[in-house]
């Protein structure tokens, strides 16, 4: 079946291979000579110094297919159909050659003559000031006005990070069907629910944003344009979600078989699986980029993630340790288009379980705490831990407040969410506070975990930089 997502990821670097484009592999999640970024958010970002005209490309047409992790995404990831932390985006890039027009062209042959979309369920969006793009799509490819939607700076403006290239964008959408819908009269392209979905994203990159938050045009006019393969499947595979398509559902699967549930059951444990199948997949490809779970920067990203998908494992009942398991699926999946995996199986097991372990001591500690909090609170007659007991149980002990409201809901109990929230802003002022007092000390500082010295010399991909905590 041609649509899987590593057929359509060959398809389509053949498409632009075809139209003249450079075809480069992905390049690494951790940014290379940029620190405006923590990690790789799309395509264009490893070759913002073409862009700029800094350095000469190797060719003034690239195609790619770029690994990505966007925590901004983090809260919609397991509620949306559409967002993963993780996904790869593909793009075509033209550096001062070819613009709006092939752009727009191009993109839409490949749309309607390769993918064979049909026709009457695409939808265009451009830039609210952007009339010629609305004239190349009506006039020239033959979009209806009613399939072309003007959209303001927040969704047709694209810029990443505090400074590089950017510009007016038009992007296409694929109409799933009302069943998809949410159903009010406003819902329509640019709707946050998942019937209209965008899946591509023309950029024009005709400005420079600098880190004062000015613009100025850039010297040559450029192209990047980005696609969510994930997204490009599921629309392909008529399926639901990104966690439907072929090699990500595999990575489900394996979890619902682990964890002894059936997928589509039960709404909760739904999102749990997909947080799962996301975040696995997004550190197993940190741990091959070289990067290290810690308290700063993007090991924090990935601390973070990694706990996140412990602790929604804890939530469907998994005991002891998975994430290596998982792993295999997601080596397996994804080894065609990055064989570094399969190489680095055994490295990537075991920086993630090393982390995994001690985040079960961690719920270990919190859980006899937890447990003494309740006895007293059951002696007590109350049904209501204090907010600063849930608070104490996450900011010293590391055991997240969900967890605790998790556990607390299992007894007939609740948490006082509220009182957390007011110990959590007291602790962020106090921390502001001491931050402007002693001037800022965040990205430059890291601080190695016992895990990074356990495991730091078995790679040796990277330098050492100061500032990552990558090794
Ligand atoms: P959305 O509005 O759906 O959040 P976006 O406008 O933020 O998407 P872009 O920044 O335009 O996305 O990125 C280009 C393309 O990358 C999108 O059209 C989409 O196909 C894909 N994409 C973006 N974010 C995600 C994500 N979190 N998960 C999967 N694919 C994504
Ligand atoms: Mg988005
Ligand atoms: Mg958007
Ligand atoms: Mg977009």
């Known amino acids: 079946e041609w649509t899987s997502l590593n057929d359509l990821r060959e398809s389509y670097l053949k498409f632009f291979e075809s139209k003249g484009c450079l075809r480069h592999k992905s390049y690494p999640l951790v940014p290379q000579n940029d620190k405006s970024l923590l990690l790789i958010v799309a395509g264009m970002a490893p070759l913002k110094p073409y862009f700029t005209g800094q350095e000469v490309p190797p060719r003034v047409r690239m195609t790619t297919c770029q ?27 033209s550096f001062g050659d070819y613009f709006k027009k092939e752009a727009i062209a191009w993109a839409w042959e490949y749309v309607t003559e390769v993918l064979k979309l049909p026709l009457d369920r695409l939808h265009v969006s451009v830039y609210e000031d ?31 990070g505090t400074d590089g290239p950017c510009g ?17 009269p406003t819902c329509g392209v640019g709707c946050d629910c998942d019937r209209y979905m965008e899946f591509w994203n023309l950029v024009f990159t005709q400005f420079e944003r600098h880190e004062d938050g000015t613009y100025t045009p850039l010297a ?41 549930c059936e997928y589509g059951a039960e709404y909760k444990k739904d999102v749990s699986i997909r947080v799962i199948t996301d975040h696995i997949r997004a550190v197993t490809f940190l741990a091959s ?22 602790r929604h494992g804890k939530l469907l009942g998994i005991n002891g340790l998975f994430l290596k398991d998982l792993v295999k ?20 097991v075991k920086v993630l379980t090393t982390e995994e372990q001690n985040f079960n001591s961690t719920i270990d500690r919190g859980m006899k705490i937890l447990d003494e909090y309740i006895e007293k609170l059951q002696a007590e007659g109350k049904t209501m831990l204090d907010g600063e007991s849930c608070f104490k149980l996450s900011d010293t002990y590391g055991f997240p407040l969900d967890l605790t409201r998790e556990i607390l809901e299992e007894k007939g109990l609740s948490a006082d969410e509220e009182g957390y929230a007011v110990c959590m802003e007291k602790q962020r002022e106090t921390a502001r506070g001491a931050r402007e007092s002693q001037g800022y000390m965040g990205a430059e500082e890291t601080v190695f975990h016992k895990i990074d010295k356990n495991v730091s010399t078995k790679f040796t991909g990277y330098d050492k930089t100061e500032d990552t905590g990558v090794i």
Request: net charge negative; aromatic share 8%.
């Open 329 to 348: 699926t997601v080596v397996d999946c994804n080894k065609c288009e990055y064989n570094e995996l399969e190489e680095k199986f055994d490295y990537i």
């Open 168 to 184: 007016p964008c038009s992007e296409i959408y694929f109409d799933r069907g009302e069943k998809y819908g949410c159903g009010k």
């Open 67 to 93: 690994k990505c992790i966007r925590t901004g995404d983090i809260e919609n990831v397991g509620k949306t159909a559409r967002h993963g932390t993780y996904f790869e985006m593909l793009g075509n890039f």
């Open 130 to 160: 952007d009339d010629e793009a609305e004239k190349i799509w009506h006039e020239e490819i033959g979009v209806p006005m009613d399939h072309i939607v003007r959209m303001g700076k927040e969704d047709n403006f694209w810029e990443a």
């Open 289 to 310: 980029d070289g990067v290290l779970p810690s308290n700063e920067g993007r090991g924090y990203v990935m601390r973070r993630l990694l706990r996140r998908a412990v």
């Open 220 to 260: 040559q006019k450029n192209i990047d344009t980005g696609m969510g393969l994930e997204r490009l499947a599921a629309l392909m595979q008529g399926v639901d979600s990104i966690f439907d398509v072929d090699t990500v559902k595999a990575i489900r699967d394996h979890i619902c078989k682990i964890a002894g």
